[in-house]
């Protein structure tokens, strides 16, 4: 890996290249992704159907296209009993994280006037769950399983199917396990489109989250507004700030969790210590001989893997707020006071212990996370994100009276004397 001072002008290379992988910079995939989308608000399932056909070489109808019991039975004989045993031991730890970011609905009273607020689950959301190469159980439980806690009241899944119509016995287990209620056997942006608009065959959801390829990206995009979504994810971002008490084979082997996602993820350290920079560049070219995917690990090094020396920790630190990465591990000598210091980042491991992949799959804190920077104003997936909240007023006439006045001054202010109308007619 590179290895470089650390300066403002470099930091701020790294972050326009870093932005440069954001989605929202795809233009040039947006006329086939609307394309997509217009035709399956106009043809409905004829167009799903078809673009199926044609993307994912499977014959599915309106006969096939919900994933039966009898599938899903079939699968748990095909899944190995260890992973299984995982799963559920991960569904524990998330399902009992996601329960305390539970909200209460509350009243407040006083002399007359009653304000509250009322917090309803979703009713219907829609999961998109990656097919193909990309095969994670792991997001299926991070995206469900919230929205269950959250009270949802049916969980749709879509995640495209091979070509004799199947989908992954490990993908169709999870979903089973953390509560999916109705899983189809449809991919890509025209599945985000049947979601969102509705078809014959699809229920139209509320709110589409879940991960995907750049055309599920674009496609979640353009149907915001019709349904709500919960980000547009870009590629994996880890970036390990460590001072000169830090293992330099464990953020080596931590720094190569991530660059193994895909050409375009992004693996950054970030330290104090000239001597622990060289030591985890020499570790990463071990590692390199072994791993399996080490094409796609050493494209993405090439690409978007820095090493930055800081000068002082203050100095790192500002750096660390500036590029807000999706993940972010703290190996110093004190992480819990280093955290203190932490205004932007999606996750936060602390300690030479509490590598990343830990995230990934058990601790239970949710792993889907904003990327590209969006760290400083979006958060990880929570209950949060499947619930909405309503506001309740109840006044009463003499309560009104009190405020009647400063109602009426400030409506006649706007010019908008119907609603000062509306208060006054009632004192006449």
């Known amino acids: 890996m590179r290895i470089q001072d650390l300066t403002k002008d470099n930091t701020k290379d790294l972050l326009n290249n870093l932005l440069k992988r954001s989605p ?5 995939y947006e006329k086939d992704v609307n394309e997509i989308i217009n035709n399956i608000r106009e043809k409905g399932d004829e167009a799903l159907f078809e673009y199926t056909r044609k993307f994912d070489n499977a014959d599915i109808n309106s006969d096939n296209i919900v994933v039966t019991k009898a ?15 995982a799963i559920r031991s991960s569904i524990t730890n998330i399902r009992t994280f ?21 917090v309803t689950a979703l009713d219907k959301v829609g999961v998109y769950v990656p097919g193909g190469k990309a095969v994670y159980p792991s997001s299926v439980l991070m995206n469900v399983i919230p929205a269950k806690v959250a ?17 992954c016995d490990n993908t169709l287990v999870a979903a089973n396990e953390a509560g999916a209620d109705v899983i189809y056997k449809v991919g890509g942006a025209q599945a985000v489109a049947a979601l969102a608009f509705g078809t014959d065959s699809v229920t139209k959801v509320d709110k589409i989250v879940g991960p995907g390829n750049i055309y599920v990206a674009l496609a979640k995009k353009a149907v915001f507004g019709y349904v709500s979504i919960d980000s547009i ?9 460590a001072d000169e008490t830090a293992n330099a084979r464990y953020v080596a082997a931590d720094l190569l969790s991530q660059a193994e996602h895909d050409e375009l993820a992004s693996a950054i350290l970030i330290t104090t210590s000239s ?18 995917r080490r094409d796609i690990i050493s494209k993405s090094l090439e690409n978007y893997g820095y090493i930055l020396v800081a000068s002082d920790m203050d100095t790192a630190i500002d750096a660390v707020n500036e590029i807000a990465s999706e993940h972010l591990e703290l190996v110093t000598a004190n992480p819990f006071e280093t955290m203190t210091h932490i205004k932007n980042a999606g ?3 602390l300690g030479e212990y509490s590598s990343e992949p830990l995230g990934d799959y058990h601790a239970g804190p949710n792993h889907v996370l904003p990327t590209n920077g969006t760290a400083k104003f979006f958060s990880a997936l929570s209950v949060d994100d499947f619930i ?17 006045d400063n109602i009426i001054d400030f409506a006649e202010c706007e010019g908008l004397t119907a609603h000062a109308n509306s208060i006054s007619v009632r004192f006449e």
């Open 233 to 241: 994810a870009g590629p994996s971002e880890i970036l390990v700030l």
């Open 151 to 167: 009270g949802v009241n049916t969980i749709y899944m879509a995640t495209p199917p091979d070509k004799d119509g199947r989908i």
């Open 71 to 85: 599938e899903i039975d079939k699968a748990y004989d095909n899944v190995d009993p260890k992973l299984l045993n």
């Open 388 to 404: 909405k909240k309503s506001s309740i007023i109840s006044y009463s006439k003499e309560a009104l009276s009190e405020a009647k």
């Open 24 to 28: 929202i910079n795809y233009m040039s």
């Open 98 to 118: 996601h329960e305390k970011q539970m909200q209460n609905s509350w009243i407040d009273s006083s002399d007359g006037i009653i304000l509250g607020q009322k």
């Open 275 to 292: 001597k622990l920079a060289s030591e985890v560049s020499r570790e990463i070219d071990g590692f390199l001989e072994t791993l399996s």
């Open 347 to 349: 996750a936060i491991f």
